[in-house]
């Protein structure tokens, strides 16, 4: 049984080098070819060559673990990886002390029981630290063999099927609500006689109480057709203005048909250095902030999640942003 353990944790290690090892190279090819394309900022806020060449090291060891200059290289790299990731922490955290980002609870968090006053970066760093104590444990063993790499290769995908869901949980429960130029709220169901579904209502709730606060003099609706004759966007902005907003405040974007569609058509709109607020609910808001940095725009998100009403679909819902996450990631068009 203990070996099985030991072989468990060495592939969990190995895996973990190998993921984050070829998405940090990825990222940073994309971003010398386009800027707005490296993604390295969700997991550790730093992009090029201070991310490519820690994780080049441990995508190098992971294919070829019993080297030893590898192995030195991939514990040097983990553990400098650690310590950028506990900044990136320590940094979330100066600023919640600040007020300038809220920490607290979401559905996808409470659905899981988990605290939700982290940042991602605090469970990556706790992740390298490992790699970087256990990278030799694995040197020393069969790491060669073919079952050896296809654990690790098992464990890379599931890094690769955890990280949105970790990008949920806490990216999905950050507050970044702050003084901006525009609010974006992004669309979900409007039933046919305009009345809006019960995630369609808890954004727009969350855009308008933005909007009294003085946070942005104009609110964007983004979205598709609705279930009937009104569309979407008009019920949402009908809901908006019942909640206070001034109809001349509010800007419509009637082909907001997917995520990607609504930062595409916005983008285009918004002057340089527009300051944009995004709303939607925690587990959707990761895609939302790759769909807007993919496009461009400098974006902070506010959750629209309601505690007292929780959204009855969230598994669902969170499983298929996670599958979205890569899809737009990779380039394909998702929804």
Known sequence: M?????ASLRAAARGYAMFFGAFGVANAALG??????????????????????PCAALLAWSLAPRRRALVVAARVAAAA?????????????????????????????????LPAALSASIVLSAGFAAVAWGARRVADATATSTRSLAGAVAAAGACALAFPLLLAWTLGSADYRRPADVIVVLGARAYADGSLSHALHDRVRTAAQLYREGRAPVVWMSGGPGDGAVHEVDAMAAG???LGVPDAAIRRDYEGFNTMLTARNLAPRFAPGTRVIAVSHGFHLARVRLAFARAGCEVVTVPADSPERPLRSLTRLTARD?????????GLRGS
Do not use: T
């Open 322 to 330: 996670a599958v979205g996450f890569w899809a737009y990631w990779s």
């Open 240 to 242: 908006a203005v019942r």
């Open 2 to 6: 203990r070996a099985v353990v030991d």
């Open 81 to 113: 990886l650690a310590v950028a990731c506990l900044r990136d922490a320590l940094l979330v955290s100066r600023a919640a002390d600040a007020g300038s980002v809220r920490l607290g609870a979401n559905e996808v968090g409470a659905a899981l029981f």
């Open 32 to 53: 010398a070819w386009r800027p707005e394309y490296d993604a390295n900022a969700f997991w550790i806020g730093l992009a090029g060559a201070w991310v490519a060449l």
